[in-house]
């Protein structure tokens, strides 16, 4: 099923982490691994949604359980302590196989990505990110020397993917 507006659910500000944690957890009784993409366009807060989740876990799942891959960069952690990047770019759609070794003991694979449909061609759960046009563009400029012109050339780019998921949510940022 290709994603359309009227089959996402929203993810509000005050919960999210709790209903998308109880999405997680009823998928995870039917499989051993999940993977969640969470999606959106340049600026729109795609990577500190993903690290959020990374960091802190989702309420009833510890972050240790949670690898999370942002735009071909696998954070990992190193001796408990440290966390290194494992950086694997790919021109085709790989399913993200190339990380299989790192993802082991997780349970949910977070990929993060403006056109993860470049790389894989279905998830579990699929989180769009909507952020204010004007909030996103100061974002852009207040990070990136040349901002304007990203948000510019992403203005008309597209905020769906076309991915398969079971559930599908809106997150705005």
Request: proline fraction near 5%; hydrophobic fraction near 40%.
């Amino acid at each position: 099923m290709k994603n359309s507006d009227s089959i996402f659910d929203v993810l509000p500000k005050d919960n999210w982490a709790t209903i998308l944690s109880s999405a997680c957890t009823e998928l995870l009784k039917q499989r051993e691994r999940i993977t969640v993409c969470i999606f959106g366009r340049t600026g729109s807060g795609k990577s500190t949604l993903g690290k959020q989740i990374r960091k802190k876990g989702l309420p009833s799942i510890f972050p240790a359980k949670i690898a999370l891959i942002d735009d071909g960069v696998l954070s990992a952690p190193l001796l408990g302590i440290f966390n290194r990047r494992i950086k694997i770019l790919s021109a085709t759609r790989d399913e993200l196989a190339p990380f299989e070794p790192y993802l082991l003991k997780k349970k949910i694979i977070v990929y993060v990505s403006q056109l993860p449909e470049r790389r894989i061609s279905s998830c579990d759960v699929a989180v769009r990110v909507i952020c204010n046009e004007d909030v996103r563009r100061s974002r852009l400029m207040s990070r990136n020397e040349d901002g304007e012109q990203r948000f510019l050339a992403s203005v008309s780019g597209p905020d769906s993917t076309t991915i398969t998921a079971l559930r599908y949510f809106d997150f705005h940022s």
